[in-house]
């Protein structure tokens, strides 16, 4: 199984490709077939369970392999036990999120428009020709990708208000600073994260932290690509009041960096709470996102492009960071 990893208006927008007009993607054929597999799973006979797992597996082969053995983490020796216990412990919620996405049209169209912005720009990349949605355990996966699907798990995606993730339970596996990202405008971003990933794993361990920024830029940079019209709030993570903050200090930012010596700096240990996520990037107070890496990354990649225009997003993801920084000149 290839895997994962885990609306608000903004005003101020990032720079999306300087000047560079949307490609009409109008033309671009993406076959995306939708499975609503939680309603096919929590529909099964668990008192016949092994016919009911056979007649699944017949209908959805793949994911229900990676679905009994990778997210609900059973064996063919304990599936008989741990289905039906699952089922029983997550009906509520399964009964839960049938309402609230009855349909997932909305976010299927977002999904769909990814990926065929994805195919023009990389048209040789195999895309997924399934859009699977299930419902997992609370602690399992929210997105992945398998061989020919993006999967998601409706369970990530009830509304930050939810009450299953507000628990003490919940609270410590996703704090609120992660937790508030757990709404379905957030569900295409995800998606396109697993494709990036699938496309360009990031490999940038051990090198310095300008780097590592530029890398992040990057990525930033491809989401905001085959995601055009999705908020910067929902592409970075950060809120919208975070991102603003990061523009208004920018030039501090940058210093920050600069007259610490941060730049080639590469022990994990001392720029970690600027490449992780979390509640804050603690030098730069509460109000500051977590991550401030990315944004500091993407600028640099901003300045870089101004003498790049016309790179291909091809070229620009297999372009060094280092090239990127050197040529930079990034000041703000």
């Known amino acids: 199984m290839r895997k994962i990893l885990c609306y608000t208006a903004l005003v101020l927008m990032m720079g999306c490709g300087f000047g560079k007009k949307k490609p009409n993607i109008s033309a671009v054929d993406v076959p995306l077939t939708t499975i609503r597999y939680e309603q096919l799973f929590f529909s099964i006979d668990t008192l016949r369970l092994d016919a009911a797992l056979q007649k699944l597996s017949t209908k959805e082969p793949f994911f229900t392999q990676d679905f009994l053995y990778n997210i609900l983490?059973?064996?063919?020796?304990?599936?008989?036990?741990?289905?039906?216990?699952?089922?029983?412990?997550?009906?509520?919620?399964?009964?839960?999120?049938?309402?609230?996405?009855?349909?997932?049209?909305?976010?299927?169209?977002?999904?769909?428009?990814?990926?065929?912005?994805?195919?023009?720009?990389?048209?040789?990349?195999?895309?997924?020709?399934?859009?699977?949605?299930?419902?997992?355990?609370?602690?399992?996966?929210?997105n992945i990708i398998t061989i020919d699907a993006l999967a998601i798990g409706l369970q990530m995606y009830l509304g930050k208000n939810n009450p299953i993730y507000l628990t003490e339970e919940g609270q410590s596996l996703y704090p609120t600073y992660v937790s508030r990202r757990f709404e379905p405008a957030y569900m295409a971003t995800n998606c396109m994260k697993n494709i990036l990933d699938d496309m360009f794993p990031l490999k940038d361990a051990g090198a310095p932290l300008c780097e590592q920024m530029i890398e992040a830029g990057k990525r930033l940079y491809f989401l905001k690509q085959v995601l055009p019209n999705e908020a910067d709030s929902i592409v970075t993570g950060y809120t919208a009041a975070q991102l603003e903050g990061c523009y208004k200090r920018e030039k501090d930012i940058w210093a920050f960096f600069v007259q610490n010596n941060l730049l080639y700096e590469k022990d994990p240990s001392l720029i970690s709470d600027y490449m992780h996520d979390g509640p804050n990037t603690a030098v730069f107070g509460d109000a500051s996102p977590g991550f401030i890496g990315q944004f500091v990354g993407y600028q640099m990649l901003e300045a870089w492009l101004k003498n790049n225009k016309d790179i291909s997003l091809d070229k620009l993801m297999q372009t060094s960071a280092k090239t990127i920084f050197e040529q930079a000149k990034y000041k703000p």
Do not use: D, M, W
């Open 73 to 142: 983490a059973t064996t063919p020796e304990t599936a008989a036990k741990e289905v039906p216990l699952f089922i029983n412990a997550y009906k509520t919620l399964y009964q839960e999120s049938s309402t609230k996405f009855s349909s997932i049209g909305p976010y299927e169209t977002a999904i769909k428009e990814g990926l065929q912005h994805v195919k023009y720009y990389f048209p040789n990349y195999k895309l997924p020709t399934k859009l699977i949605t299930f419902i997992g355990p609370i602690n399992s996966f929210g």
